[in-house]
Every structure is written in structure tokens, then in C-alpha cells.
T-cell receptor, first 110, second 117 residues
Framework: EDQVTQSPEALRLQEGESSSLNCSYT??????LFWYRQDPGKGPEFLFT???AGEEKEKERLKATLTKKESFLHITAPKPEDSATYLC???????????FGKGTKLTVNP | DAGVIQSPRHEVTEMGQEVTLRCKPI?????LFWYRQTMMRGLELLIY????????DSGMPEDRFSAKMPNASFSTLKIQPSEPRDSAVYFC???????????????FGPGTRLLVL
């Protein structure tokens, strides 16, 4: 069974304090790994898709990386507006389904 | 584009009542997904459609849940009868799936917050 585990469950940072979120996965033939951001009361908002080990993608203060077993979302010099829940999901080969982790709730204090 | 549209945004009902949630996917997308989100279980896929045809409903919790997609621009998720444990946020998402199951980004709607008393 495909599984996604995210850690930590919650993370508090001071503004400017860089850190990383982890997404570990087990999947039969990874087709894609997706990162989403979810603000309170809203639907998940797409950030990145990674397809193969070694791939990296960046957007503003966020950088996502992928290995064969896990993905990291690096946040450099975060700002309070980066506060949100970050969700990781995997798509297995031969399926259209995404399996989501439970997310990491990030709080950035000014 | 207006994005994925869901209605109602909030629903409060009593146990035993029928609940119908509605979704309009992004125009041109050929796949639609219904999810349920709770604190305990996170975001779970209930059912998804491709070209209006249900492909996988293994996530539907029980027979009280049903979903339809009569055309490319509309889908419903129905709960009958509703129970307190159905209280959750229900999301609809759509995407374009290409041959070989290559999937573009799933775009989510704002969700329907359901409370069953």
C-alpha cells in the first residue's frame, strides 16, 4: 500500500530562521511527488511536482528536492506569510490517484 | 478562469438528512476527484472520474455515499442518510490526465464544510 509520512507535524520558526520539512514515501513506481500549501479555510494550492530522484524545484523562498525515499521542502529566511500547512502527495505508476500525507503545520513568528 | 467551484460552502444538517454537495470543475479538465479532510485522517480520496466515468470508488466509506458526474461540467456527492461522523471538509479537485496517466496539477476547490448534528 502506498504511504506518505510527513514530519514534523508542526513547526514553529522565527522570521528568517531557515528549516526543512520532510516527506517520506513508499510507493510502487513513483510517477510524481507533489507539494501543496493549504491556508486555513481554503483548499490546497499547488506548489511543485517532482518526477525523478535528484530533481529540484524552486519558488521564491521554497525549494523542493527528491530522493528515492523522501522529499524535502526547504524554506529559506521564511516570512510570517509562509505560515500554512504544507502537504505532500505521491502518484504511483499505473494510477491517477494522489495519496496525501497528513501535512506539516508551519508557523512563522515575526 | 474561475477555478473549481463548490457549493454550498457550509452545510449544517441533522443526522438522517440527505446532503448533496456540488462541484463544477475547471473547463477542459477531464478528471475530477472528491476528497474528504479531517484532523484525524487527513486528506482522503473518496472517488474519482475520468471523462465523466467513475474509475475508482474504493475510498467511498459505505453505501450511504454516492457520486455522479452527468456531464463534464458538473458532479455531485450525496450522503443519505447523513451521520455525525460524516462531519468533515469535502474537497473537489480537477485536472487534465493525459495518455499514459501523466497527470498535470490537481486544482482544488474551496471545500464544503459539513457539520452533521
Amino acid at each position: 500500500e502506498d504511504q506518505v509520512t510527513q514530519s514534523p507535524e508542526a513547526l514553529r520558526l522565527q522570521e528568517g530562521e531557515s528549516s526543512s520539512l520532510n516527506c517520506s514515501y513508499t510507493v510502487s513506481g513513483l510517477r510524481g511527488l507533489f507539494w501543496y500549501r493549504q491556508d486555513p479555510g481554503k483548499g490546497p494550492e499547488f506548489l511543485f511536482t517532482l518526477y525523478s530522484a535528484g530533481e529540484e524545484k524552486e519558488k521564491e523562498r521554497l525549494k523542493a528536492t527528491l530522493t528515492k525515499k523522501e522529499s524535502f521542502l526547504h524554506i529559506t529566511a521564511p516570512k510570517p506569510e509562509d505560515s500554512a500547512t504544507y502537504l505532500c502527495a505521491v502518484q504511483a505508476g499505473g494510477s491517477e490517484k494522489l495519496v496525501f500525507g497528513k501535512g506539516t503545520k508551519l508557523t512563522v513568528n515575526p | 478562469d474561475a477555478g473549481v467551484i463548490q457549493s454550498p460552502r457550509h452545510e449544517v444538517t441533522e443526522m438522517g438528512q440527505e446532503v448533496t454537495l456540488r462541484c463544477k470543475p475547471i473547463s477542459g479538465h477531464n478528471s475530477l476527484f472528491w476528497y474528504r479532510q479531517t484532523m484525524m485522517r487527513g486528506l482522503e480520496l473518496l472517488i474519482y472520474f475520468n471523462n465523466n466515468v467513475p474509475i475508482d470508488d474504493s475510498g467511498m466509506p459505505e453505501d450511504r455515499f454516492s457520486a455522479k458526474m452527468p456531464n463534464a461540467s458538473f458532479s455531485t456527492l450525496k450522503i443519505q442518510p447523513s451521520e455525525p461522523r460524516d462531519s468533515a471538509v469535502y474537497f473537489c479537485a480537477s485536472t487534465q490526465v493525459h495518455s499514459g496517466l501523466y497527470q498535470e496539477t490537481q486544482y482544488f476547490g474551496p471545500g464544503t464544510r459539513l457539520l452533521v448534528l
